[in-house]
């Protein structure tokens, strides 16, 4: 069963425009956190928020946490070709020794 | 540091056929763990291990078996391959607990006749 649902599935923007990815979650969580895949590779960890946490920023990063929606958002802004990639959004619930991970957004940046 | 290495990158199997995928970290992370991806289907958790001579099934874990005798490997073995398990398999680990952020193995790909 997956914990986190990632919206859209599918994102395709111009360089330079901001990308929003969006994840929404079932259970009360410790944390969330946001992955890379480069076609054919291993994820790539980019940032965590635990539940205390309401936005966290990582470099062009931002990620926001609504514990009360069980959502959150990724927001990448001024996009360059090198993050086309897939972005994947992870749960860990409370008491849980593990990762629930959603289905993923793919991103493509046309240049 | 390696980091997460797996081997092997590719495998082509024969229906019934077994073999183990390696895994091994350097990075004396005590969680490791096993993902299979799929398309469309995201990552699931095939089983993990919160230290040497502890394991647990994960979401997917009927035809697959682990075990860790060591800190730094944890290998994933198929019993009998079947077509269902053609995917790409990673591996996974993180430093103490499996809730924290995890480093990713470059993956295998794995395809079943």
């Known amino acids: 069963s997956q914990q986190g649902e990632e919206d859209p599935q599918a994102l395709s923007i111009q360089e330079g425009e901001n990308a929003t990815m969006n994840c929404s979650y079932k259970?009360?969580?410790?944390?969330l956190q946001w992955y890379r895949q480069n076609s054919g590779r291993g994820l790539v960890h980019l940032i965590l928020?635990?539940?205390?946490?309401r936005e966290k920023h990582s470099g062009r990063l931002r990620v926001t946490l609504d514990t009360s929606k069980k959502s959150s958002s990724l927001l990448i802004t001024a996009s360059r070709a090198a993050d086309t990639a897939s972005y994947f959004c992870?749960?860990?619930?409370?008491?849980?020794?593990?990762?629930?991970f959603g289905q993923g957004t793919r991103l493509t940046i046309n240049p | 540091n390696a980091g997460v290495t797996q081997t092997p990158k590719f495998q082509v199997l024969k229906t019934g056929q077994s073999m183990t995928l390696q895994c091994a970290q350097d990075?004396?992370?005590?969680?490791m763990s096993w993902y299979r991806q799929d398309p469309g289907m995201g990552l699931r958790l095939i089983h993990y291990?919160?230290?040497?001579?502890?394991?647990d099934q994960g979401e997917v874990p009927n035809g697959y078996n682990v075990s860790r005798s060591t800190t730094e490997d944890f290998p994933l073995r198929l019993l009998s391959a079947a077509p269902s398990q053609t995917s790409v398999y990673f591996c996974?680990?993180?430093?103490?607990?499996?809730?924290?952020?995890?480093?990713f193995g470059p993956g295998t790909r794995l395809l079943v006749l």
């Open positions: 996974a680990s993180s430093y103490s607990r499996g809730g924290e952020t995890q480093y």
């Open positions: 259970t009360s969580i410790n944390n």
């Open positions: 928020i635990r539940s205390n946490e």
């Open positions: 992870a749960t860990n619930k409370q008491g849980a020794q593990k990762l629930v």
């Open positions: 990075m004396n992370h005590e969680y």
């Open positions: 291990s919160v230290g040497a001579g502890i394991t």
